[in-house]
């Protein structure tokens, strides 16, 4: 999806997805807090070739539309949890639906505890390029052979078995990815199409520099908002 097909298809007329929701009109976090399972980017020149993507926006004065998430966060979820604002069928069958968020987040954290990977703790992900949405910006990912795919979604139907989670909706649809940014406010037509052609060339530059990485152990996290998600601890 470019900005501009954004535009023409009239999605303008609504406010981005998550604006006033998870970040608000000057890119400040709004709390949205839960738990979730995570591996985090921490090779330093991966995170280097990621935080590219913004500096290129920010030397062609594009970067105010969205919300960057800080280096330090950048992450590929593999399996998640919990968020307290979304219950319902979201949330585990066994679980109360009325606990509070953070009592929640420990009962389901601990069904975790002592879980066996049963395979090894890092994965290969591949690239596939920027991923545009009314919600914001991110880098979408795929295990870098169909056997890598299929172990980690092995690996998260066992998660969804062990925390109650296993007939949420969307869950063998799951789309891997590394957000990078949070759509905040709608660019004007002219705005969108020079934003495309600068996201053009960093998508180019990102995969050049980066078409695959490796990612893991996973990390049982939680957080408070989209910027820090704080392990409690690792599986493997």
Do not use: K
């Not at 991966?46 to 926006?57: K, P, Q, S, T, Y």
């Not at 919300?67 to 066994?94: C, V």
């Not at 920027?130 to 795919?149: N, Q």
């Not at 869950?171 to 990815?177: D, G, L, M, T, V």
């Amino acid at each position: 999806m470019r900005l501009s097909d954004a535009i023409a298809a009239r999605q303008g007329e609504a406010p981005p997805t998550y604006l006033d929701l998870r970040f608000d009109a000057r890119g400040h976090a709004l709390p949205d807090p839960g738990c979730t399972v995570v591996a985090h980017v921490r090779d330093p020149a991966a995170n280097a070739a990621l935080a590219a993507v913004r500096a290129r926006m920010e030397d062609a004065g594009l970067a105010r539309f969205w919300a960057w998430l800080p280096p330090s966060s950048f992450h590929m979820t593999m399996f998640d949890i919990l968020l307290h604002g979304r219950r319902g069928a979201a949330w585990p069958q066994d679980l109360d639906p009325t606990l509070d968020g953070r009592l929640a987040d420990a009962r389901t954290t601990e069904r975790l505890r002592g879980f066996a990977l049963d395979t090894a703790p890092v994965f290969r992900m591949a690239l596939d390029g920027l991923a545009l949405s009314p919600s914001g910006m991110g880098v979408a990912l795929r295990g870098e052979t169909p056997a890598e795919d299929a172990r980690l979604r092995a690996l998260r139907d066992r998660m969804a078995a062990a925390t109650g989670l296993s007939a949420r909706p969307g869950h063998a649809e799951y789309r891997f990815h590394i957000t990078l940014a949070y759509l905040i406010d709608w660019p004007a037509p002219h705005e969108a199409a020079a934003a495309d052609a600068i996201l053009a060339e960093a998508e180019a530059a990102l995969l050049d520099a980066l078409p695959a990485l490796d990612l893991g152990p996973p990390e049982v996290c939680l957080f408070d908002d989209m910027t820090e998600f704080r392990p409690l601890f690792t599986l493997g």
